[in-house]
């Protein structure tokens, strides 16, 4: 992978395929991804993407949305396979426009315990209350990557598949912060060892590289490395001087952070990263093998020009970052 490299969360703005797959592809060279558009509606969204592909593998994980989101369906109803459809459209788009595509190329997936936060039983209650439906959805998420990741290599067949597993809710999950349906209470947390375990089941699943992205706080850095990670992609206004000690940490042992920014011009976005360099104690050159840049979340609820900016600027930041000398 690229020192510095640019890319994106993985949700675009609107509702055309065939645009955000061309823009990403030429905004993200070194390292485009499948594109994701959830303002298309239920099954788009990363929740109903993830769970299309669990269901298509064990029924019993189908889902179908409510007023509050998914919930256990009895089957595979409409929902499923509108989600389906999305999918499969948005690969024959990334066939098409990658054809003869030599690089990485990054998928996401939503992680086991963001799942088991967000989808509900039939009952109303989080998945997490159940540990044997929480051990199922790790065990078939785990085979549901490994066929993603031989699918889309079939389909690009040049690609060095990075894979990325999205896990917002992993810091509430391990804390006890994930609300019940009634609002007034939480979910018990649940022990590092098991989620450790899980994530490092994910992760078997892919022989390439592999990150989890997090955009919140109090990111479990040294869990998610143990797991078998080789980077993780953070939202960095979130974070002060801890995370000088997780880029260095990183550095030791020849992984990456993925940094989550959004500068308001290139000379901030030098500053920056010009102020991590000094302050960990690395040139730029070292800082840039280091890490990658993002925008810190999805891009959806930007308009599409101003996701081309932030990336377009970005892509400036990296380049004459490796240049400085400090």
């Not at 929740?47 to 064990?58: A, D, E, N, V």
């Not at 409510?66 to 690969?91: F, I, K, N, P, V």
């Not at 377009?312 to 004459?320: I, T």
Request: one cysteine or more.
């Amino acid at each position: 992978m690229q020192p510095a490299v640019v890319t994106s969360i993985g949700s675009w703005p609107g509702t055309n395929v065939r645009e955000a797959t061309l823009m990403v592809r030429d905004l993200c060279p070194h390292l485009p991804h499948l594109i994701e558009l959830p303002k298309r509606g239920p099954g788009a969204d990363m929740i109903g993407r993830t769970m299309s592909l669990l269901s298509s593998i064990s029924s019993d994980l189908s889902v179908e949305t409510t007023t509050t989101g998914w919930r256990l369906a009895q089957s595979r109803g409409r929902d499923m396979r509108r989600a389906d459809a999305y999918l499969d459209e948005d690969l024959d788009v990334a066939e098409e426009s990658f054809e003869g595509y030599v690089g990485d190329y990054k998928v996401q997936l939503v992680g086991p315990w963001t799942l088991a936060a967000s989808v509900e039983t039939s009952s109303g209650d989080k998945l997490l209350t159940d540990a044997g439906v929480c051990r199922e959805v790790t065990e078939v998420l785990t085979h549901a990557v490994a066929q993603h990741i031989a699918e889309i290599g079939k389909r690009i067949p040049g690609a060095q598949i990075v894979l990325q597993i999205d896990e917002p809710s992993l810091p509430f999950v391990l804390q006890g912060g994930i609300k019940t349906q009634s609002g007034w209470g939480k979910y018990s947390p649940i022990e590092s060892q098991v989620v450790a375990a899980s994530l490092q089941s994910v992760a078997s699943a892919t022989q390439g590289f592999s990150l989890v992205h997090c955009c919140a706080r109090d990111v479990p850095f040294g869990l998610i490395s143990s797991a078998g990670f080789d980077a993780v992609s953070v939202d960095t206004s979130l974070f002060g001087d801890e995370l000088f000690d997780v880029i260095g940490h990183a550095h030791d042992q020849n992984q990456r952070v993925f940094l989550g920014v959004n500068p308001v011009s290139l000379d901030a976005g030098l500053a920056y990263l010009s102020h991590l360099a000094r302050r960990i104690g690395l040139s730029a050159q070292e800082l840039a093998k280091t890490i990658a840049l993002s925008p810190p979340c999805g891009l959806v609820s930007a308009t599409m020009s101003d996701a081309r900016e932030r990336i377009e600027r970005l892509s400036g930041v990296a380049e004459a970052f490796q240049e400085v000398d400090l």
